[in-house]
């Protein structure tokens, strides 16, 4: 291995272990860190195809781990149904279009996603309103997943206004971001941007997810997750403007 591709690797592992440790103390982010993090490295779609397994097993396993995978399924089964479909569409800007309007796009929904977060007040969406806007909100979701890489948005948001319970709130937000992350291989796959080399690359990348998940558990017994999470949003702020800041460079 060369000093540079050795450089790589290392800066690589550790992205994915800073995201495992947001992951840790949050609940939810390693996607959302990698790719930002990834951004200044390397394109956004191969970005993407690096944080498909650190992804998809951590939010398996927040999934697997609650306690209505079921009713969880069953309620949000249009959402995402439509997630997914809207993301294998889409993939193909992310494998075959622009990359620095990519780098552009993420970098706008980053900084939306951290402004959200911060400063709108908590809400409450209505049973009435969950049912007819549910496939709207994952077909949105599809989008953002398939031309940027990024899953939070507007599916977190959605789901934290829905009044679910911390366990309930916690598997339904893994189930989503494994959704979007499967829908995302397969149309990267699609569109021939995803195949066995980005897998094995993947597959390197778990390891330092998964270490850093664990090191994050730990700091939750020590540190304020409200604290951490409020430095991870304005980080997060910071990174979507330099990526947006792009497209006039």
Known sequence: MTQDAFLSAALIGLVFLLAGIVKGVTGMGLPTVAMALLGALLSPAAAAGLLVLPSLVTNLQQAFAGPDLRGLLKRFRLMFAATALTALVASGWLAKGDARLSAGILGGLLMIY???????????ISPEIERRASPFVGAATGLATGGAGIFVMPAAPWLQALGLGKEELTQALGLSFAVSTLALAAGLALHGAYGPGNLGA?????????LGMR?????RRSVSPASFRRIFLISLAVLGAEMLSRLWR
Not at 215 to 219: A, T, Y
Request: proline share 12%; net charge neutral.
């Open 114 to 124: 951290a402004a959200y977060a911060l400063f709108a007040p908590p809400l409450r």
């Open 202 to 210: 993947s597959l390197l990348a778990l390891a330092p997810a998964m």
């Open 215 to 219: 090191i994050g558990e730990i700091l």
